[in-house]
């Protein structure tokens, strides 16, 4: 779990927060949000000094943090020692990654690439903690919710504790068990939103849905300078398609098979998207 | 595929050292019609007498070299120590950090100061000893080196020892797998760098005292100051050949020894990468 207050946060002189207070019961998934630039990668970069040394820990600098020097196949073996093969294989695979690029070097790699290889070296670290800084940055919708996915069965299965930072909607609202919506001059603690929706219907229901246009309006308007009419638009424009809704294609916790949820030839339509 | 580009590399090579000569050659050819400068014939008479019936020339090759490497090493070694003293400016302790900043000031002093004028100042200290050429050769490199081993020190990606940090690796193995890694390509450029220079120091150096040292020659340097206070200006054409021979080949050197070394700088880059 993590529990950790950081007071007085600052970049340089120029004061952001007063106080900021992270608490991420086990096995549980914050996400980090707030507009561009208020601080999402100080307070993680934060957390991790602050949680570094007390064993095992996964972290994901923003952009992957890839060493340039090595090979994807070497960065891997940093995650930790005596990685295996199949970890590692069974990770990139989950996060649509081919066993071709193991040999490639970073600036090999296209942006995407290189997140998602930041992001199965943090998984692979084998900490009870997890940190990654926009870890969906600049994917394509199918392949972000490939690793969504992805990433809250690896959750669900190892009972970590994941903090991530997004500019999504999206993977807020799917991965997150908690999203934090950081606000510029915040006294206290932010903005806390729980997502009610259940882990495994995240991915059943469609942003459509009356629980979904609610949360992801509570944390648009909560993000402030957000017009109620525009917190309705964005909250609804940020997806159009939407998973297939076929009986084999529910998703299950316990047997991942994350690549059946992205549908055969579904087509996003206009009548996939919500009314606005 | 490989064969055959590398066959159109080679070709395209060889073109290009045609073409650079002839134009060097018709260049020389116009400016010695003008001045006093020698003709190819003359150079080329002058070459085959020293190389040929005189193993002089030969002889100073060897010695500029040994001094050269020998000038490059000390440089090498001292740029890199002081460039590491340096990052002490990013210490936390305010003394430490002080010490670091007022080494970064006097290197910065140094750097400016003319390397043809060291001779002089030499002298006065080792004397017309070996080890005052060795000095003024090292100085030269020494600079390329401190700026690339300080300049990658304070410039290396914060991220990187995070992650490192987090994945709970010690002090050294941040060291030996982060930070030496991350300097090294720099640092390697600094010493090429360092490499040429060090061939402009070796003419410097070379002014002090022409000393035989056993079956090592007095220097291409001395022999050209030599040629110039004896108003031969083929032989000086000659030496200077030389060095500029020298710089090109031990060039090619590190640059074969750049790609060898560090491969992934090489590799053709993504469009976003």
Redesign the interface.
């Known amino acids: 779990m993590i529990d950790e207050t950081f007071d007085e946060v600052r970049v340089g002189n120029r004061l952001l927060f007063h106080k900021v207070s992270l608490r991420v019961p086990r096995g549980q998934v914050l996400a980090l949000m707030g507009r561009s630039g208020i601080g999402k990668t100080t307070v993680l970069?934060l957390l991790?000094?602050r949680?570094?040394?007390r064993?095992?820990?996964?972290?994901m600098?923003?952009h992957g943090?890839l060493?340039?020097?090595?090979r994807v196949q070497q960065q891997m073996s940093?995650?930790?020692h005596g990685l295996s093969d199949s970890a590692v294989h069974k990770v990139m695979t989950g996060l649509g990654l081919e066993q071709s690029l193991l040999r490639r070097?970073?600036?090999?790699?296209?942006?995407g690439q290189r997140l998602r290889v930041g992001v199965s070296r943090a998984l692979l670290?084998g900490g009870e903690i997890c940190?990654l800084d926009e870890p969906f940055s600049g994917l394509d919708p199918a392949t972000m919710f490939e690793c969504a996915s992805f990433l809250l069965q690896w959750v669900i299965a190892k009972q970590i504790t994941l903090v991530f930072s997004t500019h999504g909607l999206d993977d807020a609202v799917t991965v997150a068990d908690r999203i934090f919506v950081l606000r510029l001059g915040d006294q206290g603690n932010g903005e806390i939103f729980e997502n009610s929706i259940q882990r495994a219907d995240r991915f059943e229901r469609t942003p459509a849905d009356e629980q979904q246009v609610q949360l992801r309006r509570a944390i648009l308007e909560a993000m402030g300078s957000v017009q109620p009419s525009q917190a309705d638009w964005l909250s609804c424009a940020s997806t159009v398609w939407r998973p297939p809704r076929r009986a084999d294609a529910r998703w299950r916790p316990s047997a991942p098979t994350s690549s059946s949820l992205i549908g055969k030839g579904e087509v996003p339509s206009a009548s996939a998207r919500p009314p606005i | 595929m490989g064969s055959r580009s590398n066959r159109d590399m080679i070709r395209s090579a060889i073109l290009r050292l045609i073409v650079a000569i002839v134009f060097l050659g018709v260049l020389w050819w116009l400016v010695a019609r003008a001045t006093r400068l020698p003709g190819l014939g003359q150079v080329l008479d002058t070459t085959t007498t020293l190389f040929v019936d005189d193993d002089r020339l030969a002889r100073s090759i060897l010695a500029s070299s040994a001094r050269w490497a020998l000038g490059l090493v000390v440089g090498v070694a001292c740029g890199l120590l002081v460039g590491m003293l340096c990052f002490l400016s990013d210490s936390r302790s305010r003394i430490y950090s002080a010490c670091g900043l007022a080494i970064v000031d006097i290197m910065a002093f140094l750097r400016v100061v003319p390397i043809i004028g060291l001779p002089a100042v030499v002298i006065s200290v080792a004397g017309l000893s070996e080890s005052g050429k060795i000095f003024i050769i090292a100085w030269g490199a020494a600079f390329p080196v401190w700026l690339s081993t300080y300049g990658s020190l304070i410039g290396q990606d914060e991220e990187h020892l995070r992650f490192a940090r987090a994945a709970g690796w010690t002090h050294i193995e941040r060291l030996m797998r982060v930070t030496m890694p991350s300097m090294s390509h720099n640092v390697f450029v600094g010493i090429r760098l360092a490499a040429g220079v060090a061939w402009l120091c070796v003419v410097a150096a070379e002014l002090i005292g022409i000393v035989e040292r056993g079956w090592l020659g007095f220097g291409l340097g001395a022999e050209l100051w030599e040629a110039m206070n004896l108003d031969r200006p083929a032989h000086a054409v000659v030496y200077m050949a030389c060095f500029g021979i020298l710089g090109v080949l031990t060039d090619l050197l590190f640059r074969l020894l750049e790609r060898q070394m560090f491969v992934y700088a090489f590799r053709e880059r993504r469009a976003d990468a």
């Open positions: 970069r991790v000094d949680l570094s040394g064993g095992p820990l996964g972290y600098p923003q943090g060493f340039p020097w090595q940093n995650a930790r070097f970073p600036v090999e790699l296209s942006g670290a940190v």
